[in-house]
């Protein structure tokens, strides 16, 4: 029988032994979908075909490494070894199922020379971007299966949260309110630079393209299909090839970047998409020919070059150039698209003819620019709407290069002459025109401006106090001596917002928040420094100066700094001009820290319900911004859930929220998932207010006060009590990479606030939980539970309260996904790496007994049973993540253990694994910080 020339070619490159169907089959018993197994399997298939290309011998280890992790994973043993004996090491001795399997993994690992434990870390992290992409390719397919067999005659789309609850509220509370909440409705996130994304923007840019040919992947056959398969391989090549950590810490001017990817590949488009489902389905047959129902709700904001909070890199100079940039992009953006919705408008004024008011502007232009005007007119005399569309656009082109004689001064100026385009397009009969192509650009002028983000700057309340002091002494101008260069950067901070205003708007930079607001004079020295900043009262910026309660008695006593805060003249003031519109941002991370999570959960939500009733009282229309992460130590978990379960009237159809690192690259990298979530967020934020959510959370928060306070008092006390264990903290920065997360150039913020690792008072939240998590012991999000529901000892009243009370449900799921992540085996590894037996067994303890009461709670028998998808995509990963969690703890134990006898290459060489372990485990994990 004569084979193809391809059957040739591939049986004349065989590769290794495993046969990559049975791999997939060997490492799960679990029973997940069948088009995910077929893409993990096709990844593992060509992954290890590049393998043997660059070196048979890499393959074989990468392969032999893969089955001792699979096999030590049988039966899931992972988070099931609590009593099984380890030597010194942290390394089990037992015949228990899987040991010996986990044992040989540590030999092999152990064995390996460092430039070949390089390439095999590579080979799993490559791994971990390509299994990523199977779960969000296989999400965004039944996203699209659900569309497809939506009926769109019935009354709702049930695949669009965003229309399911605003069905709900008509339901409810009838057509008026309904559409008075909707008109009210806005989703705000603010996209920060907290070092949390661990992917170079090279490895980014890789899985994107790798994306785009898995999704055409399953529609191709024949050549194209061998076209597909090369093309992954060469990228799949080149991930291997490429250091997944960056040379050097970005800049927070490049860090920009991060928002305007995003924003190109997703933002700009879908966001106004997103808005016309909305229309389509409510509106039918009307849809895209009359006034629209949904309001351009989203607005985001931005915290890249202008936190300035402990990131000395971050200067009023840099905030500048950071503003320049979004905002260049960002007319050149809706330039560009005027451009094509002009050319597009070749409309005859004999058909349609253009409004009195067209003409105006149109007369308006010519008095403006001969060049601009002529040069339109020669291409579109008898197109009027066309005509002044192209100047709209030129006019855009001149805003960018400051053109005093052309360029518009502001955003809404820009929207007053689309508006006049709208009107005379309806006027004439053309209202497709005027309410499709025209109505987009409105849309993206409403969400975005002339900004792209809202710029928010934040400062700690100390710097204020210390800058005043400062003054006081030295005089303004220094005549008494000389200043502190931190007071200067204060005062130029100040002149930097103040720039930002008039030149791009007020809106680009009006809120300034204070970290670790105590009281209400750090507010007002707020005020005070932004005055002495300008030596002309009118040059002074208007700012929302936003307190930031972070602590647990900052949470206790806010409703008293606020009350003084509101008698200040410069607050009161501000209030009549937003109409008494006030913005509060609570911290999840630091009380989380400070507290541990349980109390800092609980005390969250009542520091919510008392702003609430305060705002009410008060008259006050009451914004609260979320300080939360992306890990669930941080505040992290399902953004939609999180709405639904907040007090009533602590939304009122306004939702702002931190998105940050891996998050924002989650959520809004792929345009599918971007609607989903955007849509799934604005949906929870309306819902919040239907009069059945607020009666649920509020019967439920009453129903289990007693229950929340005696959980929230004992798992206080059991996190105090390990914290305030002598010498807490350099045995933290023993048993985790905290040291080497600092050094990962993943953020141009530094770890710490200035204190080293003796004191955990001033380490950032971020590599608290970060290094946790790279431990696989996720304390940060967990710590505490487990004995707090020891003492509660009531499993039928926790299964109630879970049942019943959103917060409670949300609380528990997420650390049910969190402990999914954990691994008995390797955290006892980690664990053993500090010389202190009775932390090791307080830990490991409590994250035992916190498993076994989270699964009796929600009836699990292992973690996110009853979460078919996730729970076993996690359980798929984990023979993966071991492997790199193996490497990570064998080099730290290396490092620890000979820090006086290695070589300064050595040493970098031992970093270098580390690191590049690091962004490995958070690639499997996803959950970095």
């Not at 099984?84 to 390394?91: A, L």
């Not at 390719?137 to 067999?149: D, F, G, H, T, W």
């Not at 999570?597 to 008259?619: F, K």
């Amino acid at each position: 029988m004569t084979s193809s020339p391809r059957q040739a070619w591939a049986s004349a490159h065989q590769l290794g032994a495993i046969d990559t169907d049975s791999a997939i089959e060997a490492y799960t018993e679990i029973d997940i979908p069948q088009s995910l197994r077929d893409n993990l399997a096709l990844f593992l298939r060509l992954e290890r075909r590049v393998l043997q290309e660059y070196d048979p011998a890499i393959c074989e280890l990468f392969d032999k490494l893969l089955n001792s992790v699979i096999h030590a994973n049988e039966g899931n043993p992972g988070t099931d070894a609590a009593d099984e004996p380890v030597d010194d090491e942290g390394v089990p001795t037992s015949d228990a199922p899987g040991a010996a399997a986990f044992r040989h993994a540590v030999e092999l690992i152990d064995e390996l020379p460092h430039d070949q434990a390089q390439v095999v870390i590579r080979a799993f992290t490559t791994f971990f971007h390509l299994a990523n992409l199977t779960e969000e390719n296989y999400r965004v397919s039944k996203l699209r299966e659900r569309e497809q067999a939506v009926d769109i005659n019935s009354v709702i789309d049930p695949s669009n949260e965003l229309t399911v609850a605003y069905h709900q509220l008509l339901e409810e509370v009838g057509p008026e309110q309904a559409n008075a909440l909707l008109r009210k409705l806005e989703f705000h996130p603010v996209f920060t630079a907290h070092p949390t994304e661990a992917r170079r923007k090279a490895v980014e840019g890789k899985i994107r393209r790798i994306a785009e040919l898995l999704d055409e992947h399953p529609r191709l056959g024949g050549s194209a299909l061998i076209e597909n398969e090369r093309h992954m391989l060469q990228e799949i090549d080149a991930l291997v090839r490429t250091s997944p950590t960056a040379q050097k810490k970005p800049t927070p001017v490049e860090e920009a970047d991060t928002i305007i990817d995003i924003f190109d590949h997703t933002l700009f488009d879908i966001v106004p998409l997103v808005y016309r489902r909305f229309d389509d389905w409510v509106m039918g047959d009307l849809a895209g020919s009359v006034e629209p129902v949904c309001p351009a709700f989203f607005h985001p904001g931005s915290w890249i070059g202008s936190d300035r909070d402990g990131n000395p890199n971050v200067t009023a100079k840099v905030s500048r150039e950071v503003a320049a940039k979004f905002s260049t992009h960002m007319v050149k953006k809706l330039a560009d698209k005027c451009r094509r919705v002009g050319r597009n408008l070749t409309l005859e004024a004999a058909y349609t003819k253009p409004s009195e008011e067209l003409l105006n502007l149109w007369n308006h232009q010519v008095e403006m620019s001969e060049v601009l005007t002529s040069r339109a007119r020669e291409i579109s005399e008898s197109e009027p709407h066309r005509a002044v569309m192209l100047v709209m656009a030129s006019r855009l082109d001149a805003t960018v290069r400051r053109n005093a004689d052309t360029m518009y001064r502001s955003a809404e100026d820009f929207l007053a002459d689309l508006r006049v385009v709208q009107r005379s397009l309806v006027a004439a009969g053309a209202t497709r025109a005027a309410y499709g192509p025209v109505q987009t650009l409105i849309w993206q002028v409403e969400s975005f401006g002339f900004h792209m983000v809202e710029m928010e700057f934040r400062q700690h309340s100390v710097v204020h106090t210390r800058a005043l002091a400062d003054i006081r002494e030295h005089g303004l101008h220094g005549e008494h001596g000389q200043l502190d260069p931190m007071t200067r950067e204060v005062l130029d901070t100040f002149r930097a917002i103040g720039s930002i205003q008039r030149r791009y708007g007020q809106k680009m930079a009006r809120r300034y928040i204070i970290s670790f607001t105590k009281c209400a004079q750090n507010v007002a020295d707020v005020y005070e420094l932004a005055n002495l900043a300008f030596a002309h009262a009118e040059d002074v910026p208007e700012l929302d100066v936003i307190p930031l309660f972070e602590q647990l008695e900052d949470l206790e006593g806010c409703i008293d700094v606020l009350d003084e805060m509101i008698a200040l003249p410069p607050v009161q003031k501000r209030l009549e001009k937003t109409g008494r519109k006030l913005e509060v941002m609570l911290g999840y991370s630091d009380s989380s820290k400070d507290a541990g999570p349980t109390t800092a959960t609980l005390a969250l939500h009542s520091a919510q319900q008392r702003l609430a009733a305060w705002a009410d009282a008060h008259d006050i229309d009451l914004v609260l911004m979320h300080g939360r992460g992306g890990a669930v130590g941080r505040g992290g978990g399902p953004a939609n859930k999180a709405v639904l379960a907040q007090p009533a009237g602590s939304v009122n159809c306004f939702f702002k929220v931190t998105e940050q690192g891996e998050v924002i690259f989650a959520r809004y990298g792929n345009q599918a998932l971007a609607m989903r979530h955007i849509e799934s967020v604005a949906a929870a934020t309306l819902l919040n207010s239907a009069p059945s959510v607020e009666r649920r959370n509020t019967e439920a928060t009453e129903r289990y006060a007693d229950m929340a306070a005696r959980l929230s008092d004992a798992s206080h006390e059991a996190f105090l009590s390990l914290l305030h264990t002598p010498d807490f903290a350099p045995w933290f920065s023993t048993v985790t990479p905290l040291t080497e997360v600092g050094l990962l150039p993943i953020g141009s913020r530094p770890a710490k606030r200035g204190l080293g690792a003796q004191s955990l008072d001033d380490l950032r939240t971020i590599p608290w939980v970060f290094s946790w998590s790279q431990a696989r012991i996720n304390l940060a999000a967990w710590y505490g539970l487990g004995s707090a529901c020891e003492a509660l000892g009531d499993i039928d009243l926790l299964r109630r309260a879970y049942a019943e009370w959103p917060l409670f449900a949300t609380f528990i799921d997420n650390i049910e996904m969190s402990i999914a992540k954990t691994d008995g085996r390797i955290a006892k590894m980690y664990l053993a790496l500090g010389d202190r037996r009775d932390l090791a067994e307080t830990v490991y303890r409590e994250m035992q007994l916190t498993r076994s009461w989270v699964l009796k709670i929600v009836g699990d028998e292992w973690p996110l049973e009853h979460r078919r998808v996730l729970g076993r995509a996690v359980r798929v990963r984990n023979p993966y993540v071991d492997a790199l969690s193996l490497a990570q703890v064998r080099a730290l134990r290396v490092v620890r253990e000979n820090q006086e006898e290695l070589s300064a290459e050595a040493k970098a060489e031992y970093l270098a694994l580390i690191l590049s372990t690091v962004t490995g485990v958070s690639a499997g994990l996803q959950n970095t910080g």
